[in-house]
């Protein structure tokens, strides 16, 4: 079992600077892949950012690759979601989750676990 909280979401202006954290509790926490997603108002949840379990793989969507870093502390429990350069179109609920599979999985359907997710909102 594993559960997710995630932190550090709010309101910032276009070109600004977020870091949304994400904690886990749960000793099996380093057997999972983690990543990040993002839901809009009238749009479907969609896939950021994943990291993998414990070789350091990252992946990430087209539209964040550049300005957006996702990184892991297993000492912690932790996964971070530096976000850069923002713009107005990232604006959503921001969602932590966890997958038992191997690699960096995109899919939504991939992920067991999920936390209750953060506001972001970029203003221009």
């Known amino acids: 079992q594993v559960q997710l909280v995630e932190s550090g979401g709010g309101l910032v202006q276009a070109g600004g600077s977020l870091r949304l954290s994400c904690a886990a509790s749960?000793?099996?926490?380093?057997?999972?892949?983690v990543g990040w997603f993002r839901q809009a108002p009238g749009k479907e949840r969609e896939f950021v950012a994943a990291?993998?379990?414990?070789?350091?793989?990252?992946y990430y969507a087209d539209s964040v690759k550049g300005r957006f870093t996702i990184f892991r502390d297993t000492a912690k429990n932790t996964v971070d979601l530096r976000m850069n350069s923002l713009k107005p179109e990232d604006t959503a609920v921001y969602y932590c989750a966890a997958s038992p599979r191997f690699g960096v999985p995109a899919d939504k359907d991939a992920y067991n676990y999920w936390g209750p997710g953060t506001q972001v909102t970029v203003s221009s």
């Open positions: 990291a993998s379990r414990s070789s350091g793989r990252t």
């Open positions: 749960g000793r099996t926490f380093s057997t999972y892949a």
